[in-house]
C-alpha cells in the first residue's frame, strides 16, 4: 500500500537549535518525494522535492530509499519557519499522497 | 498571484442542503484535485481529474460530486450524504510531473 507516515504531529524547538521532522514512506516503485509547507495564513506551497536535491531557506531533504525515508532537516532554526510541514509522495500518474503534517514551533 | 482561484472563502450548509464549491485555475494544467483538510489527518484526496470530462475518486469520495466541463474549472459539490462536511476544502492543480498549486481553501460549516 502507498502511505506516507509523520510520526509527529508537533515538534517544538528553540531558535538556533537543529531541526528534523521525519518522513517515511511505504511505495513499491519509483517514489518522487516532496516536501509542502503551510504558514500562517498562507495557502500551502512546496517547499522542495527530492529530484532538485537543493537547499531552500536552509531546509534540505535527501531521499534514503534502503530505510524508506525524506526526513527535513535544517541545522538552526528560526521563528519564521513555524509552520505546518506536509511531507507527499507522487506514486506514479497524477496521484499525490500526502502525510498527515507536523507543525512545527519555534521558540524565541 | 493568481494561479488558482477557490470560493467562496466561508461556506455555511444547511442540514439537507446541497453546496458547491467552485475551483478556477488559469495556470493551464491538465490535473486538478480536492482535498480535505482536517486537524490530524493531512490532507485527504476527495477526486481528481487528469483531464477534461474526467474524474476519478480518491480516498474519501462518498458524499462528494465533481464535474470537469472545462480545463480552467473543477467545481466540488457537497451532497447531503456527506455526515460530516465540516472542514477546510483545498483545490490543487498540475501538469506534468510538476508539483501541486494550491489555492486558498474554503472552510465549510454547518449551520
Known amino acids: 500500500a502507498q502511505r506516507v507516515t509523520q510520526p509527529e504531529k508537533l515538534l517544538s524547538v528553540f531558535k538556533g537549535a537543529p531541526v528534523e521532522l521525519k518522513c517515511n514512506y511505504s511505495?513499491?516503485?519509483?517514489?518522487?518525494l516532496f516536501w509542502y509547507v503551510q504558514y500562517s495564513r498562507q495557502r500551502l506551497q512546496l517547499l522542495l522535492r527530492?529530484?532538485s536535491r537543493e537547499s531552500i531557506k536552509g531546509f534540505t531533504a535527501d531521499l534514503n530509499k534502503g530505510e524508506t525515508s525524506f526526513h527535513l532537516k535544517k541545522p538552526f532554526a528560526q521563528e519564521e519557519d513555524s509552520a505546518m510541514y506536509y511531507c507527499?509522495?507522487?506514486?506514479?500518474?497524477?496521484?499525490?499522497?500526502f502525510g498527515a503534517g507536523t507543525r512545527l514551533f519555534v521558540k524565541a | 498571484d493568481g494561479g488558482i482561484t477557490q470560493s467562496p472563502k466561508y461556506l455555511f450548509r444547511k442540514e439537507g442542503q446541497n453546496v458547491t464549491l467552485s475551483c478556477e485555475q488559469n495556470?493551464?494544467?491538465?490535473?486538478m484535485y480536492w482535498y480535505r483538510q482536517d486537524p490530524g489527518q493531512g490532507l485527504r484526496l476527495i477526486y481528481y481529474?487528469?483531464?477534461?470530462?474526467?474524474?476519478q475518486k480518491g480516498d474519501i469520495a462518498e458524499g462528494y460530486s465533481v464535474s470537469r466541463e472545462k480545463k480552467e474549472s473543477f467545481p466540488l459539490t457537497v451532497t447531503s450524504a456527506q455526515k460530516n462536511p465540516t472542514a477546510f476544502y483545498l483545490c490543487?492543480?498540475?501538469?506534468?510531473?510538476?508539483?501541486?498549486?494550491f489555492g486558498d481553501g474554503t472552510r465549510l460549516s454547518i449551520l
Open positions: 490543487a492543480s498540475t501538469a506534468g510531473n510538476q508539483p501541486q498549486h
Open positions: 511505495y513499491s516503485g519509483s517514489p518522487e
Open positions: 527530492h529530484i
Open positions: 507527499a509522495l507522487k506514486a506514479g500518474g497524477f496521484k499525490t499522497i
Open positions: 495556470l493551464n494544467h491538465d490535473a
Open positions: 481529474s487528469q483531464i477534461v470530462n474526467d474524474f
